[in-house]
């Protein structure tokens, strides 16, 4: 299997992590440094499914992943099977976290429905 391009990485971390915080829900006034903190500290991991689990138990998702989160992390378990995959994609989310959560926050803006008392231009 040839390495993932950076791209690939991205994309895969920005998924991870929205799909995480969706699970979640409001994480107060410090919501993406607590993203941030939270991807950083779990790609610490060994695997994608330990890098899931201690991303949950940073985020204090105290239930169950919801279903959409569910098929989310299936979806990348499958390419972050290969060791190789993972150490990229850990390397990445360690290295460049704030990247990361930055790239998230502006996804996560861009599909939010817009705001009826925004003023247009």
Wanted: glycine content about 4%; some cysteine.
């Amino acid at each position: 299997m040839a390495p993932p391009d950076q791209a690939a990485l991205e994309g895969w971390a920005v998924r991870f992590l929205n799909a995480m915080l969706d699970s979640r829900g409001e994480l107060g006034t410090d919501f993406w440094t607590r993203a941030r903190t939270a991807l950083e500290a779990s790609a610490s991991t060994a695997s994608f499914s330990e890098m899931t689990s201690k991303c949950a138990a940073k985020l204090e998702c105290h239930e169950a992943l919801s279903a959409e989160t569910a098929r989310v992390i299936a979806d990348l378990a499958r390419p972050l099977s290969d060791p190789a995959a993972f150490g990229a994609l850990a390397e990445l989310c360690r290295r460049d976290a704030v990247f990361v959560a930055a790239l998230a926050r502006i996804a996560r803006d861009a599909a939010a429905p817009p705001d009826d008392n925004e003023p247009e231009f």
